[in-house]
């Protein structure tokens, strides 16, 4: 199956009134992994005429907005018009297929992709018209859920933890964060949840059958 691994680093968390800095991608195939540095990546910067945000997340993003304050070329850089329309030529350029529309549909990943990324990927131009996500998404956290102890699906660090990644800090820059939510799900292509349940015991009945 093919994926999209999606981050956006943003100035604030409502989709109406802040804005996306940073978008990043990487295409992943689970039938056949490349070593992660191998995967198509796109990155974008996105240029406002001025920017809204929090105070917390402005601060988190310093280095975002030093690089969007540079006057010199920047191929990364982009206006919030523009950033759709290269992230649908770079996934046509890498496979991917419009439909009668011109849309390229697919399958996104990431953490917390459909409670915040996908509302911010709504409010951008061209959003089911250049790109849009399929309805079912790929989120980490639910590969790393405990269900006895959680009280809340587990942030990103602690499925870093769970995975014993020895580097559990979160970057809180999309591309690194894009590649993490890779790294995650890896470990489950070869053995899915489903194969990881064990079947009942000869004198125990199986699941009901769906209705």
Known sequence: MR???LDLETSGSHPQRHQVLELAAVIEDSRHPRPLPELPAFRRVVRHPEYVGSAGALAL???LLQE?????????????AELLPQLREFLLAHG?????T????????????????LGFLKALPGYGQAVRAEPAMLDPAAF??????????????????????PDREVAHEALADALDVVRLLRPFYQLPLYQQVAPPAPDEPGPAPAS
């Open 144 to 165: 790393y859920l405990n269900w006895h102890k959680d009280s809340r699906l587990p942030s990103m660090s602690i499925c870093k933890a769970r995975a014993r990644f």
């Open 3 to 5: 994926y999209v691994s």
């Open 96 to 100: 991917f297929r419009a439909d009668a």
């Open 61 to 63: 993003n310093a280095r």
């Open 68 to 80: 969007l304050a540079r006057q010199d070329p920047n191929p990364e850089l982009c206006t919030p």
């Open 102 to 117: 011109g849309c390229v549909a697919v399958t996104m990943a990431g953490k917390n992709i459909g409670v915040f990324d």
